[in-house]
Each structure stands twice: as structure tokens, then as C-alpha cells.
């Protein structure tokens, strides 16, 4: 039995190509806690047909200089389901859509004990300073980034 991708052609671009989203965790008190972030889409998915979805915590201004301690960092620990929201607005409404991922977050720490890891980590770092041209400048290589493992996505309106 072939089972359907988890992202069409036109969501996986749609995601790629988005400057930002929204990450949605889970607070202690089951609230839903949203920060905006920058990603980047990996290049192939896991060995189970899964995408792979890298945002970085980088060297901008934080609540906390540990990136442990900051709160979407501990919701993940403690909760790994992770939503990811990107969407584009347009006065013309016929160009208005959204795409909204669902998946399981893991830490990627910089120097893990993991080779595979360790690979995973400097690769998503490259991808994210090509995209990214301010986090040339940013220490990502030795700060964790979040992995989040795609299972589910649901899109609506114009992606293309």
C-alpha cells in the first residue's frame, strides 16, 4: 500500500519558500504558546517519508541567554508535539492561504555524541545562514536548533 505524501509539491514550496511562521508549543498549563520564527525546510525527509522543519535559537535578544531556559525550548522538552503555521496575507483575497504542520520536536544539541547528529546539526545550519543572510553573522554552530518531524499537514486557499 503506497501512502500519500505528507506535503504536496505545492505546500513543500509554499514552506520553503515562507520568510517566517508562527511555532505553536504547549505551556504547562495546556495553554498554546505561538513565537515567530525563521526555517528552513530540509532538503530530503527522514527515512519514513517524513519532512524535517530546523528553526534555530539564535543570537537575537532572548528572556534567557540559555537557550534551554527559554519557554518554547521547555514546552518542547516536556511536550514535543509542535504546530507550525505559515501563511500569506493579500488585500486580494483570492490570494490568501495558509499552511499548517504538525509534528514532533527534538532538540538537536551542537556537539552531540550522535555522528548522525552532529551532521544533521551543521547541515541544518548551513541551510539556515543560505536562507538567512543575517545568521552569517549569528553563532548557530554552537547553539541547539529545534527539529521538528513533520507527520500531518493541512492546507487552504492560494499556495502557488
Request: aromatic share 6%.
Amino acid at each position: 500500500m503506497t501512502r500519500e505524501p505528507i506535503l504536496t509539491d505545492l505546500e513543500r514550496r509554499f514552506l520553503a519558500d515562507a520568510r517566517r511562521a508562527v511555532l505553536a508549543t504547549t505551556d504547562p498549563a495546556g495553554r498554546p504558546r505561538l513565537v515567530p520564527i525563521c526555517h528552513v525546510l530540509a532538503a530530503t525527509d527522514d527515512g519514513h517519508g517524513r519532512p524535517r522543519l530546523y528553526t534555530p535559537i539564535d543570537d537575537k535578544p532572548k528572556a534567557s541567554p540559555d537557550p534551554r531556559a527559554l519557554a518554547r525550548v521547555r514546552d518542547l522538552l516536556a511536550v514535543p508535539d509542535a504546530v507550525v503555521l505559515v501563511d500569506r496575507w493579500a488585500e486580494d483575497w483570492t490570494q490568501l492561504g495558509w499552511l499548517r504542520v504538525y509534528g514532533r520536536a527534538k532538540l538537536l544539541e551542537p556537539q552531540p555524541p550522535e555522528r548522525e547528529e552532529r551532521g544533521e546539526h551543521a547541515a541544518a545550519v548551513a541551510a539556515l545562514r543560505a536562507k538567512y543572510p543575517q545568521y552569517r553573522e549569528h553563532r548557530l554552530d554552537v547553539r541547539p536548533i529545534i527539529r521538528i518531524t513533520l507527520d500531518a499537514a493541512k492546507s487552504w486557499g492560494s499556495l502557488a
